[in-house]
């Protein structure tokens, strides 16, 4: 079945420095790549969409200079959370819509803890 | 704006229990709608997709059933097991955009 490959599965960070996760698409072409956000015991959030090739449209209340996506091949997309602070320590999960069947594949996550 | 529901937040069943989750939506002119598997600290796992003109869909001892009119559908898990302990997530899928609205989940426990 479909792949998203996602990494790094955790990353601990200090304050104030940037962390950039990846999201791959393994064995198809994703022409719409999703970025969520989760706290503990809370459903997925959607951050942003991102379309190949194109800037990526964020949901209302989250900074899009604070989480750069950059979706720049039909099977890769990251999303850098730049100038982390504690804040941002959640749980963020990636998506990815096949080209061809339009599922939804999901990365495996990442636990972002920023000290 | 659509909202999902997932009632309750958590379930814990015997091993061997026949059992069924719920879930709901406000706004029934969906596209498809999703059942998924997390475990803890892990990503998301399909479990079976309906499309707005099916009623339910059959994977193993899982059945999803979708009534779009009323905004609702249920997970049926028969003859729980200890490895079906998860947090299972409903959601729909709306609008051209593609968007996913996600549930809050119902974390579920299956004690041997």
């Known amino acids: 079945g479909a792949v998203v490959s996602q990494h790094p599965s955790w990353v601990i960070c200090k304050s104030g420095t940037s962390v950039k996760i990846e999201c791959r698409s393994l064995d198809f072409q994703a022409t719409t790549m999703f970025w969520y956000r989760q706290f503990p015991k809370q459903s997925l959030m959607l951050m942003a969409t991102?379309?190949?090739?194109?800037?990526?449209?964020?949901e209302q209340g989250v900074e899009k200079d604070k989480f750069l996506i950059n979706h720049a091949s039909l099977t890769l997309s990251t999303l850098t959370v730049t100038s982390a602070h504690p804040e941002d320590s959640s749980f963020y999960i990636c998506?990815?819509?096949?080209?061809?069947?339009?599922?939804?594949?999901f990365g495996s996550g990442t636990r972002l803890t920023v000290v | 704006k659509q909202e999902v529901t997932q009632i309750p937040a958590a379930l814990s069943v015997p091993e061997g229990e026949n059992l069924v989750l719920n879930c709901s939506f406000t706004d029934s002119a969906i596209y498809n709608l999703q059942w998924f598997r997390q475990d803890p600290g892990k990503g998301l796992t399909s479990l079976l997709l309906?499309?707005?003109?099916?009623r339910e869909q059959t994977s193993g001892r899982l059945n999803a059933s979708l009534d779009k009119s009323s905004g609702r559908s249920t997970l049926y898990i028969a003859a729980s097991q200890p490895g079906d302990s998860a947090t299972y997530l409903c959601a729909v899928h709306t609008g051209a955009n593609s968007k996913l609205t996600f549930g809050k989940g119902i974390t579920l426990s299956v004690r041997p």
């Open positions: 998506s990815a819509r096949d080209r061809r069947t339009a599922d939804y594949t």
């Open positions: 309906i499309q707005s003109s099916q």
């Open positions: 991102s379309n190949e090739g194109s800037k990526a449209t964020y």
